[in-house]
């Protein structure tokens, strides 16, 4: 089976601030849906309060990130699947839930993971 990475930015999230905990709802609705399934693997929403930094080999942190990596923000969900249409599927639903269309992105196979 294949990880997937579905994921949105923050700011692409379209709702009414009434809409709020509807939105929670789904989206908790959703997740736990791929729980029952067995095919959650991670999720979660980055902490766009706590800045980046990056960690080079000698231990020395630098605070910031890559040029090309400095908006990476919002929901993330990993799901393990066995095809891209599952997938798509999955992102779908997500989608609905939270209001808005999700990224879909696929892990490349890792023995060791």
């Not at 294949?2 to 709802?25: A, C, H, N, W």
């Not at 923000?73 to 798509?88: F, N, Q």
């Amino acid at each position: 089976m294949t990880k997937y990475l579905i994921s949105f930015p923050s700011g692409e999230m379209q709702f009414r601030p009434e809409e709020f905990q509807t939105v929670v709802d789904e989206s908790h609705a959703v997740i736990q849906e791929a729980k029952d399934a067995g095919v959650y693997v991670f999720g979660g929403g980055i902490d766009e309060s706590v800045p980046p930094v990056r960690v080079a080999a000698d231990g020395t942190v630098t605070e910031g990130t890559y040029p090309q990596t400095r908006q990476i923000e919002g929901g993330y969900t990993v799901l393990e699947l066995p095809s891209r249409e599952e997938a798509e599927r999955w992102a779908a639903k997500i989608a609905a839930a939270c209001r808005c269309p999700q990224e879909l992105r696929q892990f490349g196979y890792d023995p060791m993971s």
